[in-house]
Each structure stands twice: as structure tokens, then as C-alpha cells.
């Protein structure tokens, strides 16, 4: 929940002889001696020290102007500031309410577009669908009535920067389930998996990187400024605190009362759950150079994986029921796991969003960014294929791993078009790309010379999506616009090219 910013209750107020007069009028003098008094005749302040000539009170001196915020204040006690408290209180209000109607409207969005391509028997991503028509309305209302746009825009700018700030939290859910997903998996594949994922991220990196630099050789379209990307707020110390104390409770509950909720998942749900969010939230506040080599969402998955295990440890079931209660994958029955990657699907329809923000920079270096995207994405879909059919991994693994350049989101969904891929390893796959791409792309680009801030933010985003891209843009700014288009341009296009049969026919071809 994003963190709600009172306004002062009192404002400087500046000098001048009106409100002097208005102040004093107020006040009662004394006899011989220079006191003043209050309306209810009590002493307030001495001002044997000033002069009491209408010049020297217009001179607005800093004792003066200290003199008239005192009475200012004083005047507002007594009515004003219970008011003003109240209507903080009410803003604030306000801010959850529409934060939680925004969200739920992307949220519910999400679901009945899922529930309705179910029914239909489409296999086309529903999310990508429902990023197209709220793009769609947006440009629409953009070129009718540009109000009603704007309007739209700032009616869900709440929900947008709530998925934003927790975002790479959705991803976590794959590597908490990971010693579950890797069990059955040999351990020379084992190897040859992570070979694929280092040596492809960087061979995308490279491919991306030098292709937008080609493209803006030939085009010569000079960089403009970009429309600033408002920025999440950071996690409170209350936040914190609540959500310590729902993990303390929630966990001593579980231990006693095993089902008391209906089933073991749902009773361990809100202390996986809470752990989970308290790993991010202290993750995120580690010093910079831990976070280079232990990013947030290690710290985040191994934090829901040690409460699993001390569970399973003081309950005497072990670790593994513990994370199968993480990741169900069962609707009637979610686990913290299932509750995280709901929302999935509302981040792909974010992307609506953020690419309508910069429609304008998307039109002006459209060659750059839709050519890089279009050659990085094939490039590793199918260069993925190919490697993995050199090295002998099973062909079952090498599918499962095809989109690792892709958004966990989209990447789920290019794997459910094929068949015997393993979800979870797909998943674990895609964090792990974007996890040496947040760790080690700034150093990669300047061994590589590629200065272009436009080179920089493609190159990242087409190999290492959203944790890539949160890594660059804290330090580089000027990046991030082009990063948020490139990252979900790259997921969009990758889904658009596996959709069609034949594409996943040549792809299952070359995989052999």
C-alpha cells in the first residue's frame, strides 16, 4: 500500500501590516508598563522592547514576524487545526479508497478476461488482449477528447504505481517452490541450464545493444526529453512493524491450530505471505553495494523459504508440505504463492499504461526501439532452441526455457502453448535471467562501449525485463523510459510470434 504523505498543519505565513492590524486587534494593552493581554485578561508577553509605532511594525522584523505566527497559531488552536486534522484524515481515506477501486477494477478485469478466453478455448494471452484495448481507448480518447484520457490516466495512476512498487515481489513465488521444481531435474541438466541462461542473456544483451546503435547511426533521430515517470514511495518503518506483527501471530496461530482456517494452505497462507513481504521490504533497504551481490528478491525468497522451514521444523512436517501450501496452483485453495502471481495479469495490463506515457518518444524513435526489440526477440527464441538442441538438454527442459528473456507474466503464457513444458522451471528461469541482469548490465554495457542511453535501456530491458530494468533506471535515469517501452514491447511481441502456429512449429523443429 503506497505511502500516504500528509501535508503540513501549519503553513509560514508571511507579514503584513492588514493581518498586523487584524492580529492586534485582538490583543488588549496594559497601563504604563507595555503588557499585553489576552481576551480573557491573562499575561501573554512583555513588549517593553518594542517601540509601539505603526512605522516600526510595518519594518516587519523577524521578532515581529516570530510575534505574529505565535498569535496566528494560537487563533488557529482554537478552531482551525481540528479541522484541518480532519481533513488530512479524510484525504487520506480518499487515497486508499481509490488506490483499492482502481486496483480492483484491473484486478477484476484480469479475471473475467481470463475466465472468458477459458471458455472460448483461446490460447492468445487474455492479459495481452486486455493491454490492447485499454491501449486501444487511450489512444482513441487521446485523438477525440484528450481530457477524458488524462482522466483515465490519473483515475489508475494509483493502481499503476502500486504494481510498480511491488513488482518484483509477484516473481518471487518461483524461486521460493524452486527446490520443489528442480527435483526431478538431472543434475548435467542442471548445468547446462544455467549455461544457457548466462551465456543467452548476454548474447541478447550484445544483440539488442548494438542493433539500436546501428538503427540510430541510420536514422540520426536526436534524443528528447521524456515524459517524467512518477516513482513509488518507500517502505515505512509501520509497515514494517504490521507486517512483523501479522507474521508473528499469524505463525504462532498456524502452530497451535493447524486448520483453522478450512486447510493447511490457507492457514499458512497470511505467515508465508508476511514473511515473503517483510524479506522485500527489508531487501530493498539493505545498502547499495549488498544489494549488488544479495538483490531484494533473493533476500525476499530466502526469507519466505527460512519460515517455511522453521514451520516444518516445529510442526515435524518437514520442509516440503510447508512449500507445497506456498504454490497450490489449485483456485479453491490458494497459498501466499498463488495470492502473488494473481497479479500477474494486472502487470501486463499496466503496460497499457506506461507505453501510452510515451507514446510521444515511442513515435520518434520507433525505428530504434520496434526494430532492437523485434531482432532481440527472435534472436533468443530461437538461438535458445538451437544452443539447448547443441548441448543435448532434453527437449522437454529446452522448451520450458525458451522464453527466459520475457517477462514471468507473458513467459507463463508462450510455455502453456506447448506441451510437457514445466511452468516452474520457466518461471525460476525468467527471475534468474533478470537477477544476473540487475547484478551485472551496468558493468557489461561500459566493457562493451555502448554509451547511448537509448542502446542502454533496449539492451537491458530485451534481455533482462523488469528486474533488469529496475536495476539501470535507479541509476540511470535517463534510461527508464526507454527500458519501461523495450520490456514490455519485448513480452508483447514474444507472445504475439509464439501464438502462431507455425512459429511454434519451427521453434519445436530446431528444439528437435
Not at 545493444?209 to 540510430?216: D, E, L, N, Q, S
Request: proline share 5%; with cysteine; hydrophobic share 50%.
Amino acid at each position: 500500500m503506497a505511502t500516504l504523505l500528509a501535508t503540513p498543519l501549519f503553513s509560514p505565513l508571511p507579514f503584513s501590516p492588514a493581518r498586523t492590524r487584524l492580529s492586534c486587534s485582538k490583543i488588549r494593552f496594559g497601563s504604563k508598563n507595555g503588557r499585553i493581554l489576552n481576551s480573557n485578561g491573562a499575561q501573554k508577553l512583555n513588549l517593553s522592547k518594542f517601540s509601539q509605532s505603526r512605522r516600526f511594525l510595518q519594518m516587519g522584523s523577524s521578532k515581529e514576524m516570530n510575534f505574529e505566527r505565535k498569535l496566528s497559531v494560537q487563533a488557529m488552536d482554537d478552531g482551525t487545526g481540528t479541522g484541518t486534522t480532519s481533513s488530512t484524515l479524510s484525504r487520506n481515506v480518499f487515497a486508499i479508497t481509490h488506490l483499492l477501486v482502481s486496483l480492483g477494477i484491473i484486478l477484476a478485469a484480469d479475471y473475467f478476461l481470463k475466465q472468458a478466453f477459458l471458455a472460448a478455448s483461446i490460447k492468445f494471452p487474455s492479459a495481452l488482449f486486455g493491454m490492447f484495448c485499454i491501449f486501444s481507448v487511450l489512444m482513441i480518447f487521446d485523438s477525440i477528447v484528450p481530457a477524458a484520457a488524462n482522466g483515465l490516466m490519473n483515475f489508475f495512476e494509483p493502481a499503476f504505481l502500486f504494481i510498480q512498487r511491488w513488482l518484483p515481489l509477484f516473481y518471487v513465488p518461483s524461486l521460493v517452490v524452486l527446490p520443489l521444481s528442480v527435483r526431478d531435474i538431472p543434475a548435467a541438466s542442471g548445468v547446462k541450464i544455467c549455461y544457457i541462461v548466462a551465456g543467452g542473456w548476454l548474447a541478447s544483451l550484445c544483440v539488442a545493444g548494438f542493433t539500436a546503435i546501428a538503427v540510430r547511426k541510420m536514422v540520426k533521430t536526436e534524443m528528447t526529453e521524456a515524459e517524467p515517470m512518477a516513482k513509488p514511495s518507500p517502505f515505512s518503518t509501520l509497515e514494517l512493524w504490521s507486517w512483523s506483527g501479522i507474521f508473528v501471530v499469524s505463525f504462532v496461530g498456524a502452530l497451535f491450530y493447524p486448520n483453522s482456517l478450512g486447510t493447511s494452505a490457507r492457514t499458512c497462507l497470511p505467515f508465508l505471505l508476511s514473511s515473503t513481504v517483510l524479506g522485500y521490504i527489508v531487501g530493498t533497504g539493505l545498502p547499495s553495494a549488498i544489494k549488488k551481490v544479495f538483490h531484494p528478491i533473493i533476500c525476499c525468497a530466502l526469507s519466505a523459504v527460512l519460515a517455511a522451514l522453521a514451520f516444518g521444523y516445529a510442526s515435524g512436517s518437514g520442509l516440503d508440505p510447508v512449500l507445497g501450501n506456498y504454490l497450490t496452483k489449485v483456485a479453491s485453495d490458494p497459498g501466499a504463492g498463488d495470492i502473488l502471481m494473481g497479479f500477474l495479469g494486472s502487470v501486463i495490463l499496466s503496460f497499457a499504461f506506461s507505453m501510452f506515457k510515451q507514446r510521444k518518444l515511442v513515435k520518434r524513435h520507433a525505428a530504434e526501439i520496434f526494430t532492437s526489440v523485434i531482432v532481440s526477440t527472435v534472436f533468443s527464441l530461437y538461438s535458445t532452441a538451437l544452443v539447448g538442441r547443441l548441448v543435448g538438454l532434453e527437449p522437454s527442459l529446452t522448451v520450458s526455457i525458451l522464453p527466459r528473456c520475457i517477462t514471468v507474466a507473458l513467459a507463463l503464457s508462450i510455455v502453456s502453448l506447448f506441451e510437457g513444458t514445466n511452468s516452474s522451471l520457466t518461471a525460476a528461469v525468467v527471475v534468474v535471467t533478470g537477477l544476473i541482469g540487475a547484478n551485472f548490465v551496468q558493468v557489461v554495457l561500459d566493457k562493451l562501449r555502448l554509451r547511448d542511453p537509448i542502446a542502454r535501456g533496449i539492451a537491458t530491458a530485451s534481455s533482462a525485463h523488469g528486474l533488469g530494468t529496475a536495476a539501470l533506471s535507479a541509476k540511470e535515469p535517463e534510461a527508464l523510459p526507454f527500458c519501461a517501452i523495450a520490456y514490455a514491447l519485448t513480452g508483447i511481441f514474444g507472445s504475439l510470434l509464439c501464438s502462431v502456429p507455425a512459429v511454434r512449429q519451427s521453434l519445436l523443429a530446431v528444439v528437435g
